[in-house]
């Protein structure tokens, strides 16, 4: 696994995460924790975690769009123009082509569509009992041979109430 993609995900991610603290904008905010969440997606794609990844983009979608509608509902909306509009499209092509070239070097290590990928499942089958003690074989994949799994599921999840904690609160945000 390539170990400076993933750091230069994670310092995206810290600051997405600042930005969205210290900004007065709360359209800002949402944006910045958009960032954080689609890093975070492409970071479970280098981890070989498509699944997690998957549902991290349909968290950070959802909660994007009602973020978004609750933070713009009666505010009127403020035109860029001049040097900054030059500079908002040349930032925002960048980030883009930036975050497809993560996304193109993280789906390339994932094996080919179709290729047989359940000889663990059989193992998890026949030495489950063995191996856990447990006696729901759910229960220990998902708990013992899967935990990481779930682990990120739940910090996904969490994440997403967080972030709409941090964007939606009335205290301890500045003043314009």
């Not at 924790?33 to 998957?54: E, K, T």
């Not at 403020?78 to 499209?89: A, F, N, S």
């Not at 447990?134 to 990481?148: G, P």
Request: charged fraction near 15%; charge should be neutral; hydrophobic fraction near 60%.
């Amino acid at each position: 696994m390539p170990e400076i993609e993933l750091y230069l995900l994670i310092t995206l991610m810290i600051v997405g995460a600042l930005v969205a603290v210290h900004t007065r904008y709360l359209i800002s905010a949402v944006i910045s924790l958009a960032v954080v969440g689609m890093a975070l997606a492409v970071a479970f794609l280098y981890m070989q975690a498509p699944d997690i990844a998957i549902t991290q983009i349909v968290v950070e979608v959802l909660a994007l769009v009602i973020l978004i509608i609750a933070v713009s509902i009666g505010k009127e909306v403020v035109d860029i123009k001049g040097k900054w509009e030059t500079l908002t499209i040349g930032v925002t092509v960048l980030f883009v082509v930036i975050f497809a070239i993560f996304a193109y070097r993280a789906l390339a290590d994932l094996p080919p569509f179709g290729s047989p990928l359940m000889t663990v499942s059989q193992r998890y089958v026949e030495e489950g009992l063995k191996q856990t003690g447990s006696a729901n074989l759910v229960t220990s994949i998902l708990l013992d041979f899967r935990a990481y799994d779930t682990l990120g599921e739940a910090t996904i999840l969490f994440t997403a109430i967080l972030g709409a904690f941090a964007v939606l609160r009335n205290i301890g945000r500045k003043a314009k």
